[in-house]
Nanobody
Framework: QVQLVESGGGLVQAGGSLRLSCAAS????????MGWFRQAPGKEREFVAA????????YYADSVKGRFTVSRDNAKNTVYLQMNSLKPEDTAVYYC?????????????????WGQGTQVTVSS
């Protein structure tokens, strides 16, 4: 079992920054890939970013590439999403998710563990 808790969401003006955190517990972290997804009202949950828990490769949706950075601190069992140059279209509930090894990092169905989500609202 894996438990994920997101934090760091809030209201921010366009062009501002937020840093989301995802604290993981419940199993070994070296066996998990970590992803960030977001869901706006009335829309499907979409991939944002992902990182191999052991480090190395990162993955980003085209819509956030160059603005968002995913990172991790294995000593703290925590994954981060640094969001810069935020736009109103970034407004959504952001979810942290974990997957076991194998499969696509960008596919929702590959992730079996999800946090409760944290709201990010970007005002114009």
């Amino acid at each position: 079992q894996v438990q994920l808790v997101e934090s760091g969401g809030g209201l921010v003006q366009a062009g501002g920054s937020l840093r989301l955190s995802c604290a993981a517990s419940g199993r070994t972290f070296t066996s998990l890939g970590m992803g960030w997804f977001r869901q706006a009202p009335g829309k499907e949950r979409e991939f944002v970013a992902a990182i191999r828990w052991s480090g190395g490769s990162t993955y980003y949706a085209d819509s956030v590439k160059g603005r968002f950075t995913v990172s991790r601190d294995n000593a703290k069992n925590t994954v981060y999403l640094q969001m810069n140059s935020l736009k109103p279209e970034d407004t959504a509930v952001y979810y942290c998710a974990a997957k076991t090894r194998g499969g696509s990092y960008v596919a929702k169905y590959e992730y079996h563990y999800w946090g409760q989500g944290t709201q990010v609202t970007v005002s114009s």
